[in-house]
């Protein structure tokens, strides 16, 4: 980047989305339609107010794709046509005699508008690729010598999650319910959640289709990568603990996962690529990869008790992935498995070394042995109602910030 660029929008410090981010969204203000936006500062840029305006002409894009409740076609036209319109909007708003300055209806408020889930989900498929995590919750349940099992080295581990229960940041869940095998018990009980957990994830959107029986190689996987939100993977670890074997998770994950409003795109993300940890024993050919596949993205959650205020407990970075994206595409199709626009990859937990940075409750608490005290004095080892977890990320790199603002949801107790 040659020119430092600015903006003739008013941007605050440190705001996640500054003018080399220009993340996308779904946004509506009152009853009116859903619509396609462009995050700048407080602001939203409409872009079909834009498309109306013919700035996209040149594009040859119709404008009604803008004027949709999600962004599935429009990702759907491909990284060479999305990726103009970013960079269009970008030159737009940093030229200081930009036309768009007089145009009253393109820049909303963001306090004006309610935010949208962004994509029409068909699929989702949840990995699991923390070491530290994967290492973490062996140590707890197994064999401590021997905490990774012997494929974890080997291969992306995932499973198929539920898209239909993936919500937007700000919608609130209920405690699940589910089977419970108490300590020291015969047999289990029905009962709500007593050990309702975060998991700090991220999610990469897929935004280009492959046929069945294609494999994608990790050298070309970022093609198929439209952008990245943040992820929290809600768990039910009382549940969980009953129910995984032998087919691991079912109803301790599925009752809902929340991700933030504004998807960041790959491009937005290139100058905070990182090497990533070494991997050790040498993965099979498919897996292999050249380049930074890393990303340095920062990463707090914060739970904030019912009237009370905000308590970080939990600083981590994306860099701390033993699997990259490139590679989790790569295992995902390997198989044939046909991938569409709109679905969803989300990481597993990202937890790195120090204790501070483990990626969830069951690992800040150890399983609940050693609790978390609270700014109010209250103690959590777990998750309580009316508890909101809210997650936070951005990159930082010289005068560039690129954030993903937040995802956040206040957990009520159980539905009659």
């Known amino acids: 980047m040659d020119k430092i660029l600015t903006s003739w929008v008013a941007i605050p410090e440190d705001s996640d989305f500054g003018i080399y981010n220009l993340p996308f969204g779904i946004f509506s203000v009152g009853n009116k339609e859903k619509r396609i936006g462009i995050a700048i500062g407080n602001q ?8 109306k305006l013919k700035y996209f002409d040149d594009l040859k894009i119709n404008k009604q794709v803008f004027r949709a409740p999600f962004l599935n076609d429009f990702i759907n036209l491909g990284k060479p046509i999305t990726t103009k319109v970013r960079l269009k909007i970008q030159k737009l708003l940093s030229n200081e005699n930009s036309s768009l300055i007089n145009e009253s209806n393109v820049l909303i408020n963001q306090l004006d508008a309610t935010m949208h889930l962004p994509i029409e989900i068909g699929d989702y498929t949840d990995f699991y690729s923390s070491v530290e995590h994967a290492t973490n ?10 905490a990774l099992l012997p494929n974890w080295k080997h291969l992306p581990v995932a499973y198929h999650g539920r898209s239909s229960s993936i919500i937007v940041s700000g919608k609130d869940i209920y405690r699940p319910k589910g089977q419970v095998m108490q300590p020291e018990a015969k047999t289990p009980v029905f009962q709500a959640s007593t050990r309702v957990d975060f998991e700090l994830e991220m999610g990469f959107i897929i935004g280009k289709n492959t046929t069945q029986g294609q494999s994608v190689k990790t050298a070309d996987a970022e093609d198929y990568i439209f952008g990245k939100v943040l992820f929290n993977d809600w768990s ?16 301790a ?9 504004w998807i960041v795109t790959l491009e937005a993300l290139e100058p905070f690529r990182v090497q990533g940890p070494k991997q050790d024993p040498k993965v099979l050919t498919y897996l ?12 707090e959650v914060s739970l904030q008790p019912k009237n009370g205020e905000e308590n970080i407990v939990s600083n981590s970075n994306f860099k701390y992935m033993y699997w990259n994206m490139s590679q989790q595409i790569a295992h995902h199709t390997s198989n044939g498995c046909n991938i569409n626009v709109g679905d969803i990859l989300a990481s597993g937990t990202i937890s790195g070394k120090a204790p501070n940075s483990y990626g969830s409750m069951i690992e800040l608490t150890w399983a609940g042995k050693h609790p978390i005290t609270l700014s109010n004095g209250e103690e959590r080892k777990f998750i309580n ?28 107790p159980a539905h009659n």
């Open 385 to 412: 109602d009316f508890d909101t977890v809210i997650m936070r990320g951005y990159c930082k790199k010289e005068n560039i910030r690129v954030g993903f603002g937040e995802v956040k949801a206040q957990l009520l």
């Open 236 to 251: 039910a670890r009382d549940i969980q603990k009953w129910e995984y074997v032998p087919l691991g998770p079912f109803l």
């Open 137 to 146: 919750v062996g140590k707890m349940f197994r064999d401590p010598e021997n």
């Open 44 to 51: 939203i840029v409409d872009l079909y107010a834009v498309a």
């Open 253 to 261: 994950k599925n009752f809902a996962s929340s991700i933030s409003p």
């Open 288 to 299: 292999e990869y050249s380049g930074l596949k890393n990303y340095d993205i920062r990463l």
